[in-house]
């Protein structure tokens, strides 16, 4: 099984937003732990994925992690559970 969450706003996340949105990205991990994958989308429309073949709290260890939140207005993350295929960080 996958897990999606997510986080929307008329405006920029604030800080507390983005850490709500993490800390869901976090416990949502038992619905996967293969690959995690954030999709944001600033105020103007430009999109920004980041995602790894890492589970949740190693995901957020890495710096782009934050970056790709960065004046985002929405959220959307991904836990993978690999039940097919393999997990890598080919783009």
Known sequence: MCGIVGVISN????????????????VDSVRGHHATGV???????????????????????????DDVLAGACMATGHNRWATTGSSSDHQ
């Open 11 to 26: 405006r920029s996340l604030t800080k507390a937003e983005k850490d709500i949105f993490q800390q869901l990205l976090m």
């Open 39 to 65: 999709l944001s989308v600033t105020p103007k429309g430009y999109v920004d994925v980041f995602k790894r073949a890492v589970n949740s709290q190693e995901f957020h260890q890495y710096k782009r992690s």
